[in-house]
């Protein structure tokens, strides 16, 4: 595997970006992806006879996998990264069929995205309560109405792309509640935004939802969603309080960065500003605190799929200027002033709609936290509250996060709730562990090399926080 | 153009390429499984392979998730898992995270 300079792990916008400027630069390049196609959550490709029906989707997204492919890379898709050698710096993945391999290269890229956020309430783990991301699959990718009626809530600028592509599918949206108040909203002029030329592309999904008379409420959130079996109705709190009826409520409050895999590499890792989450700590070309691991795109804080796609280059860029590659350096100044300019735009994104946190401190005790293990609020507050405990302290006793989703659901709520509950307790997320996904038992065992990390990897008993991290 | 899956027996026209939690969400169908110890109903959320909420059984195969499979003819779906204690599918097939139960052993151990 080391006759190999570049192993990019995710191949989503950063990941093929960084690939395809590695490999046109002359750099053999291979590319890890967990999922049977490339393309990433952004430019997730049609199946065939989707495209068939409707044309392709984001056929910027083909023309980039094509090129990457073109250009000589070597596409690992279907392959789970799940975990970090002994010698920290070999990758552990598991095959399509499940098989175990280890791959190595002179840089790592860790381009592995994110997930979005949901803050829990009481009924969120009704079926009919989804992601924003899952609604927009299902309209765009698939071509299929997630519901009929159907309420978007939360935070974010990405609702509104995302109620815009489910009236495409025929959705009757009934209203987006908008925590924070990013928007104005005159009654005769068309909706506008605060800083209306930076966020333009917003402007023109207001206004597509104006024009279909779907009402933004801001300062609106969720309080709780009911139905007998699945959502029936959804009550809304804050400056538009009520009940809406609804089949299909979307959620989102942002998106949270997969660094589970940079933690396990060791790089250096800083708490988020807020809400204390680490993200890796990375300079304009990704470069973290090991010199052999960039990490690129939504990994490194999230900031969009422009800002995504730009890392990336600057990443390949700096690999190939270390490498010994002609790079001009105009070339390279370029990316890095988009680097910049895209960051500084989304801090400004992230100022406009901070995730609302505290309305974590009004979620009733009986409220479902942890959707895998059914751990309730009030089991959180009172193990966190009662003996000091930290986040990983509670998560050990009431086994918040210990699910198969392995707290990304619940993370950012356990440690929110934690911190709420004993003021004491340090910043800090869960620990990073292996495997960082569930995998086939077969791909564990094997290579005979690598079994001691696959053994750490095995549940200690108890669920006792250890010392998993590699290095 | 439409393909042809079997949802507990029963037969579903879908169309042609689309992702499996499309095609139950737009037959109408939304318990995908029931959570193993409150039995509440559950159906798929994340939409992107990480909250493991929308698995069910794809052709005898437990633990599949909707989000991440396409339909095709012929597929057999089963939305609940066997609830027979003493049934052997199922546990061999995920590794769980470390320090963690799968949500089957997980409480009340
Ligand atoms: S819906 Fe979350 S894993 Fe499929």
Redesign the pocket.
């Known amino acids: 595997m080391s006759d190999r300079d570049v192993l990019i792990v995710g191949g989503g916008p950063a990941g093929l970006s960084a690939a395809l400027s590695a490999a046109q630069g002359g750099l053999r390049v291979a590319l890890v992806d967990e999922h049977t196609e490339l393309g990433g959550q952004y430019f997730k490709r049609r199946h065939p006879a989707v495209v068939a029906r409707h044309g392709d989707f984001r056929p910027a997204g083909t023309r980039l996998v094509t090129a990457v492919r073109q250009a000589g890379v070597d596409c690992l898709t279907g392959h789970l990264v799940w975990g970090v050698a002994d010698d920290g710096a070999t990758l552990l993945v598991a095959g399509p069929d499940g098989a175990p391999h280890a791959l190595r290269a002179r840089f790592t890229v860790l381009a592995t995205g994110a997930h979005e956020r949901v803050l829990p309430f009481p009924g969120w783990q009704l079926p009919g309560v989804v992601t924003a991301g899952?609604a927009l699959h299902l309209a765009t990718i698939d071509r299929v109405p997630v519901g009929r009626r159907v309420l978007l809530a939360g935070t974010g600028p990405f609702l509104l792309p995302v109620a815009c592509a489910l009236l495409e599918v025929g959705v009757r949206v009934v209203g987006v509640a908008e925590a924070n108040h990013p928007y104005r909203l005159g009654r005769h002029a068309a909706a506008s935004l605060r800083y209306p030329a930076r966020l333009r592309e917003l402007a023109g999904y207001l206004a597509t939802l104006v024009r279909h008379r779907v009402p933004v409420w801001q300062d609106t959130y969720v309080l709780s969603a009911s139905g007998p079996d699945r959502l029936r109705q959804v009550t809304l709190g804050g400056r538009h309080a009520g009940t809406v009826e609804a089949d299909v409520l979307c959620v989102g409050h942002g998106f949270r960065p997969n660094v589970e895999l940079a933690r396990l590499l060791g790089c250096e890792t800083r708490p988020d500003p807020v809400v204390g989450e680490p993200v890796p700590v990375a300079d304009v070309v990704g470069r973290t605190s090991r010199p052999d691991v960039y990490v690129v795109g939504e990994a490194a804080g999230i900031a969009g799929v422009h800002a995504a796609r730009a890392r990336g280059q600057a990443a390949a860029l700096d690999i190939l200027a270390r490498t010994g590659r002609a790079v001009p350096p105009a070339r390279q100044r370029r990316v890095h002033a988009r680097v910049r300019r895209l960051a500084r735009f989304a801090a400004l994104t992230e100022a406009l709609f901070p995730p609302p946190l505290h309305l974590l401190d009004g979620i009733p005790d009986d409220t479902e936290v942890c959707r895998c293990e059914q751990v309730s609020a009030g089991e959180i507050r009172a193990t966190a509250g009662l003996a000091h405990n930290g986040l990983n302290a509670t998560k050990g006793f009431t086994r918040a996060g210990m699910g198969l989703c392995q707290g990304r659901e619940c993370g950012t709520a356990v440690a929110c709730l934690t911190r709420a509950a004993n003021p004491h307790a340090p910043a800090e997320a869960f620990t990073a562990r292996m495997p960082v996904r569930p995998v086939p038992v077969t791909a564990l065992g094997v290579p005979p090399r690598h079994a001691a990390g696959a053994d750490r990897g095995r549940p200690a008993g108890g669920g006792t926080p250890g010392g998993e991290v590699v290095r | 153009m439409s393909v042809h899956i079997h949802v507990d027996g029963r037969r579903v026209p879908v169309p042609e390429g689309i992702s499996l939690?499309a095609a139950l969400v737009g037959s109408g169908h939304w318990t995908f499984r029931r959570h193993a110890v409150s039995g509440r109903p559950r159906g798929?959320?994340?939409?992107?392979?990480?909250?493991?909420?929308?698995?069910l059984t794809v052709d005898g195969q437990p633990g599949v998730?909707?989000?991440?499979a396409h339909v095709r003819d012929g597929m057999r779906v089963e939305t609940c898992p066997p609830t027979d204690p003493d049934d052997p599918s199922g546990g061999d097939v995920l590794a769980a995270a470390p320090g963690a139960g799968t949500t089957e052993e997980g409480r009340g151990v």
């Open positions: 899952l | 939690a798929p959320f994340c939409g992107m392979g990480v909250c493991f909420e929308c698995e998730r909707a989000c991440l």
